[in-house]
């Protein structure tokens, strides 16, 4: 009796060691990092450069899926119902969790559904205005909104998206009105600012800068607190309209109840990363910067911007949000 329970006490101890063994050894396998938008824009471009960096550190391939349709609510969702392992992870965007959840109906909680690891990059917009347009700076281009309200027009990505609230943001701040024009992505936007059809369009820095540097575009501000380091020529807004801010941000994430231990490894390879001079340049190139921090920063920031796009989406005509004024919503 003694040595058959002697036996199952050394078996037991031997397969929690087994067991702690396991988690130590993560990752043990390829990593799956969802990529919420189509293939070759901001958000992919920052993630590959990302997920390439990280396999080295991990010491583990991480492979990027992209994962379309719903503005990138059904890469999110797949996340939401994934297994709390470290094996399925996703590279997600600000507004997604902090501008999505006031102007979409979403299948999931954009903030209690996932576990926040880090960011690993930053970005401004730029506002720009075609090559031949006779609006010169932010301050004239605000004169001619309040001479004629409604009339000024901007290009966006669609409802609801980064550069639409950035235009949104600045008509509040400003006492500005001006007729917003959502597309069916950036580029059908950008081509009608660059003929003078829209007036003004605020473009993702890096995705801007050949069309300026080519003379094609016009820039008058850039979204950021401070003047952007690959334009320091051109004026931030805030400089014109003191306290304006829509910058942007991506992230690390993963599905809720994922273990500390894998949160805190996956922060430490994010902020390493973002140290080697070499990511840094590949993304100064992107016209991004690095935004290292902790889990509990990521928490903070999304919070913070969640109640500030609120205020502003809750200010827009329903016409410009319909999902915000339905019937169902009114409580919300």
């Known amino acids: 009796m003694k040595n058959t329970l002697g036996k199952l006490l050394l078996l037991s101890a031997g397969l929690c060691a ?26 992919d471009q920052a993630a590959r450069l990302m997920a390439a ?34 094996y399925t992870l996703a590279a997600t ?70 550069n639409h609230l950035a235009g949104a943001l600045l008509g509040q701040m400003s006492g500005t009105e001006f007729n917003a024009i959502p597309y069916r992505g ?8 660059l003929a003078g059809r829209t007036d003004f369009m605020f473009d993702v820095l890096g995705g801007a800068m050949p069309l300026i540097q080519g003379g094609k575009a016009k820039p008058l501000g850039t979204s950021g607190s401070q003047r952007a380091a ?16 829509a910058g942007g941000w991506f992230a690390l994430i993963g599905p809720a109840g994922l273990p500390e231990e894998i949160v805190g490894k996956l922060n430490d390879a994010l902020n390493r990363i973002q140290q080697d001079s070499a990511y840094r340049k590949q993304l100064a190139a992107m016209g991004y910067s690095v935004l290292p921090g902790s889990p509990d920063d990521l928490s903070q920031r999304v919070a913070a911007e969640s109640r500030k796009w609120a205020d502003v989406v809750g200010k ?10 339905a019937p169902d919503s009114a409580s919300k």
């Open 230 to 245: 690959s334009l320091p020529q051109v004026p931030a807004i805030a400089e014109t309209v003191p306290g304006y801010d």
């Open 93 to 162: 965007a600000n507004s997604l969790h902090t501008v999505a959840p006031h102007t979409s109906r979403l299948p999931y909680d954009a903030v209690r559904d996932f576990s926040m690891i880090g960011s690993y990059a930053a970005f401004q917009y730029v506002l720009v205005v075609g090559a031949q347009s006779p609006i010169a700076s932010v301050a004239d281009l605000l004169a001619r909104a309040r001479q004629s309200p409604g009339l000024v027009t901007y290009g966006s990505s669609g409802v609801g998206t980064g």
């Open 186 to 193: 950036g580029s059908p936007a950008m081509v009608d600012v």
């Open 316 to 325: 827009l005509p329903c016409s410009s949000v319909p999902a915000r004024c």
């Open 53 to 86: 960096a990280l396999s080295e550190v991990l010491g583990q391939q991480v492979v990027a899926e992209n994962v379309t349709g719903a503005a990138g609510a059904i890469a999110l969702q797949r996340l939401a119902g994934a297994e709390p392992d470290g």
């Open 18 to 43: 087994a067991g702690a063994a396991a988690q130590e050894a993560w990752p043990s396998k390829p990593i799956r990092l969802l990529v919420p938008l189509a293939a070759g824009g901001a958000t």
